[in-house]
């Protein structure tokens, strides 16, 4: 039996469903639009809050061979958990087979990743100007660029074969963010500088007198053209100053949006919006013309010593007097041993200089007006001028240093037609007085070999 409902109690019943009612609508709502704003920071909703900042580290040139031009790595740093790593193209080995891979033109580079509080602790240690450049770049760019950086991380994609000025540690950080920033870079870049590639070598190797003139020595006419902006940055400090003055096209803003500069002493030199190259003619000739006079001091008491018979009776009478102090057997025997150095220095230039442009592969240094001057034939010098001291090198000595001259003025004088246009001034100031006392001096010993 069903109990009966009691009506007297329904008033109240519905006055406490009501008074229950009121209380839950004045709860917080919990619904996803009013969480939102306590997942935001700075305003910006979170899924669109950078993860990633790039930025670019240059670091400037320093003693050490390797580290004459300077060096660049992309650095990507996790903003959520402060992680920071630089991606470098600069790896590389130089052992006895490296160095005969590098003559062969197949040089390999690798990349790698390092992390970066390290890596600017180190480079900070040997006293490098450090410039650190924001990347402003937007978040699908940013993407674009870590991946592609991961990618040349692996494996199979880790080695390439390095080339200076076309693709070498500075050129393929500027290709992968070129690429991200759809071409921009490459097309506002594509001004003329003025200068060629040699202008930018030089200015960052003349203070190294030896390797300076060996590296132009060895550069063909190819990189005697005039470049743009886009080419030099081979170099990393171009890199710096292009991509500071470079626009992203997805920002309308600049591409650096930020720049710190980590300066060793307070003080640096070397980062300079102004491209200065020296001039180095002066010492090239003071060089040049101080060589050729001891080489021609020395072939004059050679040709008098060698044929006697050339000589007037005051001649004959001062050399028996010098004889005294300097006996005549060593004035004979000085020029051809200063011929034989002559020809174990540069000589070797020459057959270096025919093996990376005949059989290396090396593009810059093929078609090299170069060889004017030195060539294999040079070296022969180095073992007829120890067969002339010993008189066993009959007229061969002065055939092949009559030649030897010969070829050198033969090259200076084909410089008046066009084709011949490699900027090869600083080795004809040092070496034009030399090879012409040489062919000189090869050309008298014949002339005078024939009247005895």
Known sequence: MERPVNIKKLPILLCFLLFLLAGLSSLPQTTQASLAPALTIKNTPLAKQPVFEISLMTFAPTDSLFEWFGHTVLVVEN???GQSFAYSFGGYSFGTDDLLMFSMGKFLFWSFKTDTPSLLKRHWEKGRHIVNQKLNLSLQQ???IRQHLQLSMKPQNRFYVYDHFKDNCSTRLRDIVNEALGGAIERQSRVDTGRTIRDYVHRMTNHQILFNFLLHFLLSDGVDQPVSHWETMFLPDRLMIVLQNTINPKTGLPLISDRRDQIPLDQSLYYQEQVIVPDTAGREWAAGLCMGLILA???RRYL???????RTPMIRLNEELSAKKIPAVSQVKSY????????AVFGLLGVILFFMAVIGDHHDVFWNENFFLLNPLTITL??????KVFRKAGQYFAGVSLVCGAIGVVGIVLKILPIFDQDNGQQIRV???MLLVIGLTGFIELKRSAHF
């Open 336 to 343: 051809p041993l200063m011929i034989s150095v002559f020809g």
């Open 304 to 310: 008098k010593r060698t044929f006697p018979g050339h």
């Open 142 to 144: 940013t993407e674009t």
């Open 297 to 299: 001091m020395l072939a």
């Open 79 to 81: 903003l959520r958990n």
């Open 382 to 387: 180095l073992p007829l001028g120890l067969l």
């Open 431 to 433: 070496l034009l007085p």
